[in-house]
């Protein structure tokens, strides 16, 4: 894990999340490809640099660094919001029949911060997690 420089900080910055669909519903795997690239340019477009993503049937582990300005909160909320929509806008036909009440996504999610050394671990846990 690198330092990074902003305008106004020097940082290191690296948040794991989880989070899962309504219900908690294994679709994600027939919809992966199109919901990693909505996951990428959603990160792309905010400044969110990607350490790693593993997409399973039922979860997302996203593990990022951000600026300091960005609060763990608000990264999973545009995170969500943007992708929800975007898999809504691009696959309603399926999700309809799996999400009667609309949403997509749970509204909770976990985060934990990690700093170079835990950085590697998580790394390794989410490496280790996509074979199973």
């Not at 795997?29 to 049937?57: F, K, N």
């Not at 608000?74 to 999700?95: D, F, G």
């Amino acid at each position: 894990m690198d330092v990074r420089h902003g305008n106004h900080a020097v940082y290191t910055i690296n948040y794991h999340f989880v989070w899962c669909p309504k219900y908690r519903h294994a679709v994600l795997d027939l919809i992966e490809a199109p919901l990693e690239r909505s996951i990428r340019g959603v990160s792309e477009r905010y400044g969110y640099e990607i350490l790693s993503l593993h997409i399973a049937p039922d979860h997302v582990h996203l593990f990022l660094s951000a600026h300091p300005k960005h609060a763990p909160s608000e990264i999973v909320r545009t995170i969500k919001s943007v992708t929800a929509r975007e898999m809504w806008e691009q696959h309603e036909p399926l999700l309809e029949q799996m999400f009667w009440g609309g949403g997509f996504w749970e509204r909770s999610f976990y985060v934990g911060t990690a700093g170079e050394m835990s950085g590697r671990t998580v790394e390794r846990y989410i490496n280790r997690t996509e074979h199973v």
